[in-house]
């Protein structure tokens, strides 16, 4: 009998890809296991938003796959790609709230859609989301009323509308201030434990990384690719990659060569 | 040294080709530049000194401005193979000097400066802009077309609260504006053309006048052109927006389709409406005419009504409506495309938002254009 814990979530094979005649990654491969937390790291320009958004379905890669829960994303048809959509949540950098919606519409959006449930009972399972998140009685609140920190939880707590089983994060921490950021790792790591849910990080906020991630890969631009991957506070201490070391250790390239 | 309050001073210490000294006192800054450079940029060539020494001991203020200066100074002395040193630097000053990256200073751009195109390549730019808009709202209008038919075939799919919101800031928040023009353009017409009819005591027929050009033309056009200006750009600032704040991605990654999401509401409400505010402008055109009549042209209102109402034909008044649908088309079509095309932040949205009126009008007059041709040949 197989077990189900060892077949990846994700698997990215080979994948290129191209903004017109430019190639940002070049024959990427790897894999997200069931439930870990998994972040993709690297520089600016590295391709990591690029390497993001392929995953989620918003581009469609030059050349490779990508198999998300089973299914080729990258060759599905509008059914099965559907599918894929329910049973992922996306919390975007600008936490792509709907503006002219209150919270309670931008969670009960995926819930309308993909569920039949009566109104009563998706209001109660609003409540039970932002509560999760420590939005409890915000449901009439519109977006642009709320902190930058309580708008990423909000976007959060719509990520996990369908209680997805796999949650991307696009540089979730970003503007965020220290205290709300060690919050907002609280409430993932509780997540994470508590519902099973594979996650996807892509991040540069150090602090983070190794606090949550289990394990990363570091992309970078010249190499169109990953360079360095496995458990971070290992690459911090034994990575004989410069660039991996400097990323880690937060230090100019300048500096390192006057030790 | 005796530092002095002057804001700025220069003292010349030596002889012509011999060795010199320039004494600064004061500040050496941004500020005193206009002072110090008219005063010094002569010297290497007037006094052709062999070594050329600047003393920096009284000076008490020395900011990037004016190291870069007397680094311009070192230059042009070296240039003419005068040998130059500053002496009398503070630590403040050296570390100020350590800061600026002379390789910097060099005029070596990775891009060249923008030079505006010669005529024939803008031509040619104009072109390639011309095609690619072309064929990416011929794109969008597949997409719209395949989006609209699925909704006629599924009804229940289409978001109709959304189509009643915009038909309420479509049509009647939109009422007053529409009543207020055409009341006017009424007005004007029967005022314009009485004074030419008086002459030939036609005065009644000005409310023929009115009625069949507000109704075959004008109701429809200038109704048309509000809403592109109301509704046209509000439409592409709104979708344009969306795209900004990556609300449009999120929709895509959430399973919805964004065309039949966003433009279809919008679509849908300005059918509906476009031909209601039309035939309120007529109304308004018609009153407008009214007024003038009753007021100055001593018509009585049971007699302009009735020529108003013998001068409406059915045709002209179904083809007025149809008029009005198809643009209504046009207008919420092109606002939602150029809504969808932005890229980058807010300047993006306002210019897809003008772009949107403009490219709205522009398609009104077009198929008012092919609208009168094709009257003519069914008329005949």
Known sequence: ?259 | MDKSDKPFGVEIHGEPGGELCLRLTGRVSLDTLEVLIPQTEAIPERWSPRRLTVDLAGVNYLDSAGALALLQMEESARSRSISFSLINMSDKDRDLFALIDRESLLPKPLRPEFETAGPLARLGDAARRMYRDFSDIMAFVGDLLIALLYCLGHPRSVRWQDVLYYMKRAGADGLPIVALISLLLGLIMAFMSSLQLKQFGANLYVANLVTIAMVRELGPIMTAIIVAGRSGSAFAAEIGTMIVNDEVNALITMGFEPIRFLAVPKVLAAIIVVPILTVYADVFAILGGLIVGITGLDLTFYTYIQQTQASIRLFDFGMSLVKAAVFAILISGIGCQRGFQVRGGAEGVGVSTTSAVVSAIFLIVVADSAFAIMMHYIRY
């Open chain 1, 1 to 259: 009998m197989i077990n189900e814990a060892e077949i990846p979530v994700i698997v990215v094979e080979e994948l290129t890809a191209r903004y017109g005649e430019e190639t940002i990654l070049e024959n990427v491969s790897f894999e997200v296991r069931r439930g870990e937390r998994f972040m993709i790291l690297g520089g600016s320009g590295c391709g990591k938003s690029t390497l993001l958004k392929h995953m989620i379905g918003l581009l469609k890669p030059a050349s490779g796959r990508i198999v998300v829960d089973g299914i080729d994303i990258a060759r599905a048809d509008e059914d099965r790609l559907r599918e894929v959509r329910s049973r992922i949540g996306v919390l975007f950098q600008a936490d792509a709230l709907f503006g002219s919606m209150t919270l309670a519409q931008n969670v009960t959006l995926p819930l309308a859609e993909y569920t039949d449930l009566p109104p009563e009972r998706i209001r109660q399972i609003i409540r039970m989301k932002l509560g999760l998140v420590h939005l409890a009685g915000y449901e009439n609140h519109m977006p642009s009323e709320l902190s930058g920190g309580m708008r990423k939880r909000a976007g959060l707590a719509r990520a996990m509308a369908l209680d997805p089983m796999l949650l991307f994060f696009d540089e979730p921490w970003a503007g965020l201030d220290p205290v709300t950021a060690a919050e907002l790792d609280i409430l993932i790591r509780r997540i994470n434990e508590g519902l099973g849910t594979t996650m996807v990080f892509v991040t540069q906020e150090l602090a983070s990384i190794f606090s949550l991630a289990e394990r990363v890969i570091m992309l970078h631009k010249e190499a169109r690719g990953i360079i360095a991957r496995g458990d971070p506070r290992e690459l911090k201490e034994n990575s004989s990659d410069p660039r991996v070391v400097d990323f880690f250790n937060r230090q100019a390239a300048a500096t390192r060569s006057n030790e």
